[in-house]
């Protein structure tokens, strides 16, 4: 039961953490003057440049990784004549 909640805890934190802080943003401001208000215009785009950019980095650490994964297995035979 102990793993159970630990597991839930770890899952449903970092969850109500990823909502609360966009949620926290819009309700400050929205309740300040315009100029926050029009900054929260660019929020859409900006996370839309944030997930094509972290898509890029994630595709190349997995080519880099098979790379590194063929030079090791490489090294593996080697060593083993």
Do not use: H, N, Y
Request: with cysteine; charged share 20%; aromatic share 4%.
């Amino acid at each position: 039961m102990g793993r159970l909640r630990d597991v839930a805890v770890t899952a449903a934190l970092p969850l109500l953490v990823s909502c609360l802080t966009p949620s926290g943003w819009s309700a400050s401001c929205s309740s300040s003057t315009g100029s926050l208000r029009s900054s929260l215009a660019g929020f859409p785009i900006l996370s839309l440049l944030l997930f094509l950019r972290g898509r890029t980095i994630r595709t190349a650490a997995r080519r880099q990784r098979k790379r590194e994964g063929a030079v090791a297995a490489m090294v593996g035979e080697d060593s083993a004549l």
